[in-house]
């Protein structure tokens, strides 16, 4: 079977990036909150190892759509004379939020992964990468799409409270600037399940690659067209937005569509919180297990300077330069 991969990309270094972001806060009267620091949109080359793990250890996709607002990686024209350049499409937001340009711009991948779906050309079965999120060896289109069904990574967990106290919680929390960073990931990965029709638990998803079928979501949002808009009319990213990507694995576990397999398994580094001796432990079980399959580093540009070396020497030497 045809098999996409999709990666989600901005550099926030860009000035142009950064002047859209500083007119809408203006023109809105919005506070920087720290949905909207710079920093969440800094790039430190994460897309390079992406892009390479891809191409050395899943050379079986058949086209990498990189979703840009207005912007193209610098690994893309180093790749422009290779056996590589016909494999790559460069999506822009405006092409995915056809019918909905009035909630451009966005700095707000929540509200871009809603419309991944809706890329021209996609195929039935496509795998969702974060720009942070890097292959570390050899893999099949089995570890994602097998027997007609697709394959899910992470447990079953029980619902949190949902009623009015735990609205009220959230609530504070937001109001503090709390986490916002992270707005609400298990809270949006439980009220996604909830949507699905799972009120009493949820299958909590590890932060990895994500495969999904196009014709699953377009057939949700066909029906809850109201869903699709709303998710994607946020700017910035909210607690009140539930995450596409699991809302589609909660639909293919309802209907019988998924084949839960945890045999591969993802490291996640977060060097910027993570102790030097931590990181280092990871990085060395990453090396010592077989089946370590994927990593993500998230906020790479705000380790230390040591940490980002060993890691980048480290990310040279499993993916290659």
Avoid at 152 to 157: A, C, L, V
Avoid at 296 to 315: D, T, Y
Wanted: with cysteine; charged share 30%.
């Amino acid at each position: 079977m045809s098999i996409d991969a999709v990666i989600t990309w901005v550099d926030g270094a860009d000035p142009v990036h950064r002047q859209k972001l500083d007119a809408w806060l203006a023109q809105t009267g919005r506070a920087r909150t720290p949905a909207a620091e710079r920093t969440r949109f800094n790039d430190a080359g994460e897309v390079d190892w992406c892009i390479r793990s891809i191409l050395r250890f899943a050379p079986w996709f058949r086209t990498i759509h990189i979703v840009v607002d207005a912007q193209t990686p610098a690994i893309i024209e180093r790749l422009r004379d290779s056996e590589y350049a016909e494999r790559f499409n460069i999506v822009d937001h405006r092409d995915v939020f056809r019918g909905f340009e009035q909630y451009l711009p966005t700095f707000n991948s929540r509200s871009i992964i809603t419309m991944l779906w809706r890329i021209e050309g996609l195929a039935e079965n496509f795998v969702y990468f974060n720009d942070d999120m890097f292959l570390l060896r050899d893999v099949k289109p089995e570890d994602f799409f097998r027997d007609g069904k697709v394959v899910q990574r992470g447990y079953w967990r029980k619902q949190a409270g949902h009623g009015w106290l735990a609205k009220a919680a959230s609530w504070i929390k937001r109001k503090r600037g709390v986490a916002e960073t992270r707005v609400g990931n298990l809270e949006s990965q439980q009220m996604s399940a909830r949507l699905v029709g799972y009120d009493d638990r949820y299958y909590r998803h590890y932060h990895n690659p994500y495969p999904m079928r196009r014709s699953t979501l377009e057939a949700f949002f066909a029906e809850h067209p109201e869903l699709l808009e709303k998710n994607a009319s946020y700017r910035l990213r909210s607690g009140d937005q539930f995450k596409t990507e699991v809302v589609a694995s909660h639909l293919e576990l309802l209907h019988g569509h998924a084949i839960v397999d945890n045999r591969l398994h993802v490291i996640q580094l977060k060097p910027s919180e993570q102790l030097p001796m931590r990181v280092r432990r990871k990085l060395h079980k990453a090396d010592s297990d077989p089946n370590a399959a994927f990593v993500c580093v998230q906020s790479l540009e705000m380790a230390p300077e040591s940490v980002q070396e060993e890691i980048l020497l480290w990310l040279d030497r499993r993916i290659g330069t």
